[in-house]
């Protein structure tokens, strides 16, 4: 800990920690911090009315309908979504089931169990079998990547580059090739849905190798994926939750005063879009970076470096001291 964060313990105050951005991670983070009695002081700094952000379930036409996340990706004992969904009483019998939590699907889709061209003729499952195992075991190769600063190429890129390298070896004839590609295109596709993104390229491969998949088959909430956050929210102290207060610029690295605690120097300043300014001991940025290729000078405050620095360490966390 740097000498203002002793300075505050010493008063008895503990360290001002901010935490910027209220979908599920922010008060996530907020939630785990408030167990430990160091962290008196916490805000959680949200853009919009409302918390959840990607998450956002409504209610329509008699029922939940999801407009952001839907499932819990293996939901089982070593996923913490699933363990809080569990703790809060959100899942049905079956998606608690034993049984449920110790099947295996390797993170991928099942395969369809017929499939047509689109003249009509049915493909052998055979070779529906046999192109997504190619597909995957590429997949699975991009773990290689994983702590590289600076990856080859994205992560489509990569993925093509390998595929022409396998099509070399192909000794079918010209329309089995043919079908095969058409399949690995879906596969493409299907990864870009899972991706959240409409092209391989803009996902980089460091990151992209970094998914793990847990046991389960993925399952969803019987009452709508908000009700977790809503739980985790309920469980703060009430003025944790700042919201309308979109965060403009994080000035890393500084000595900041504040009329209210006359000698103290704070390290990071937020300042919000509406002019309001928040010194802090340290601040844990939860807001989503966008793809690895895209300008990092879009984000607020982020030089090139912390925004680098935080892929590296592949979350979206961002202590005060790593900045800069
Ligand atoms: C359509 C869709 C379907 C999905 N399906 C699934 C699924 O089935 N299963 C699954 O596990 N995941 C799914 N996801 C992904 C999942 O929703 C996200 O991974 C998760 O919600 C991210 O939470 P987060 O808190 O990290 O980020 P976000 O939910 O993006 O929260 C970030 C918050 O920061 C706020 N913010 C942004 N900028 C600022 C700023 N400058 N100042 C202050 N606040 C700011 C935003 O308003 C937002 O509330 C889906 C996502 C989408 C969009």
Redo the contacts with the bound molecule.
Sequence with gaps: MDSSGRQAEAAGRGPRVLV???????PGVAQRLCCYSAFPYLRV????AR?????RSERRFGGVVE???????GPSQGNP?FQLAAKYGLLGKKELSEENQLIETGGHVGLPSVTYTSSGGSVSLELVAEVPSLFYSLTDQTREFLHWAEAPAPSGEYLKGKIQQHMAGWAEDEGTRKLKLAILNNLFSVECCVS?THSMNLVALAPFGEYTALPGLDCTFPGGYQGLTDCIVASLPTDVMVFN????TIHWNGSFQEASAPGEAFPVLVECEDGGCFPAHHVIV???LGPATCSAASS?GWNPSSWRLCRMRMC?CLPRCSAG
């Design positions: 910027v951005g209220g979908g599920i991670a922010g700094l949200e853009a919009t918390a959840g952000g990607r998450i407009v952001g996340a839907h499932w819990i990706h979504v959240g207060k979109p965060v403009k939860t807001v989503p607020p979206s």
